[in-house]
């Protein structure tokens, strides 16, 4: 059956330290990968796409890559600060239409001042 | 900016009750969508609305139904509230195009005691 993990469920980090977020993948061939950020008491918010032929992608402070081959995401937030401390969720998706996305369970980032 | 509105943040009810949970979202959007997130297990798909009328099964769509009669609402229903589904419930929209991203309202926290 299909699989998504995200490395460990809560994630410490210092402020100004580089955060790499993992999203691995089993028994799947999506065609793009996004990363959402959730908020305690709220929904997730679309942060980034990346398709399966795309090896990076990059967005302010934020960096995501893709290996088909490993089966793995890595979502890296640079100079990171305490308002980066979220749930951030990652979630393949087959098509591109957004109909049939798997999330993963999320990984939970603080980032201490 | 697009806008998804859940009626209720919090929702009380008792086991055996029929419970409504409501959205609307203001962009035109053709898909809509019901996940439910629960600690642990990520979000998982009850239901999508591709157009109005329309709808398809998700991952878990046992125990609940689904109404769209005008393109802006997608209604989830509870036919016969039970303790395992107390849950967050969080409704989202996106367009139907290649590279679609979901727009997720704030979600509702529904106890079912």
């Known amino acids: ?113 | 900016d697009v806008k998804v509105t859940q009626s209720s943040r919090y929702l009380v009810k008792r086991t055996g009750e029929k419970v409504f949970l409501e959205c609307v979202q203001d962009m035109d959007h053709e898909n809509m969508f019901w996940y439910r997130q629960d600690p642990g297990l990520g979000l998982r798909l009850i239901y999508f609305s591709y157009d109005v009328k329309m709808k398809e099964k998700g991952d878990i769509p046992e125990g609940y139904s689904v109404s769209r009669e005008k393109k802006e609402r997608f209604s989830l229903i509870l036919e016969s509230a039970s303790t395992n589904q107390t849950s967050m419930y969080l409704c989202a929209s996106s367009w139907t195009a290649d590279n679609e991203k979901l727009f997720f309202g704030s979600g509702t926290q529904l106890s079912v005691l």
């Open chain 1, 1 to 113: 059956s299909q699989k998504i993990e995200q490395n460990s469920e809560a994630l410490n980090i210092q402020e100004g330290k580089t955060a790499t977020l993992t999203c691995n993948y089993t028994n799947y061939s999506p065609a793009y990968l996004q990363w959402y950020r959730q908020d305690p008491g709220r929904g997730p918010v679309f942060l980034l796409l990346i398709r399966e032929n795309e090896k990076e992608k990059r967005k302010e402070r934020l960096k995501v890559t893709f290996d088909t081959t490993l089966k793995q995401s890595l979502f890296h937030i640079t100079a990171s600060q305490p308002a980066d401390s979220a749930t951030y969720l990652c979630a393949l998706d087959p098509s591109g239409s957004a109909r049939q996305l798997t999330f993963g369970s999320g990984t939970q980032l603080t980032v201490l001042p």
